[in-house]
């Protein structure tokens, strides 16, 4: 299961309440859970895990410099 989609279960949100709480479209949400945005902006990252109570490295992947 997507991380992001476990985080915001576990919080008991809706896609729908938890886009209107970061104001983004619920379709937005959605195409972050099925993995169709692939790296959001940090902005859009910090709003969903300030909703969530969580870190960013807890919901999202991060990039590895090598």
């Known amino acids: 299961?997507?991380?992001l989609?476990?985080?915001r279960e576990h919080a008991e949100f809706s896609q729908s309440e938890l886009a209107r709480l970061v104001a983004v479209p619920q379709?937005?949400?959605s195409a972050l859970e099925n993995d169709k945005i692939?790296?959001?902006s940090?902005?859009?990252?910090?709003r969903i895990c300030r909703a969530l109570r969580r870190?960013?490295?807890d919901i999202f992947?991060?990039?590895v410099a090598s």
């Open 55 to 57: 870190k960013p490295e």
């Open 38 to 40: 692939k790296r959001p």
């Open 27 to 29: 379709a937005t949400i």
């Open 61 to 63: 992947p991060v990039a």
């Open 1 to 3: 299961m997507n991380k």
């Open 5 to 7: 989609k476990k985080a």
């Open 42 to 46: 940090h902005d859009l990252v910090m």
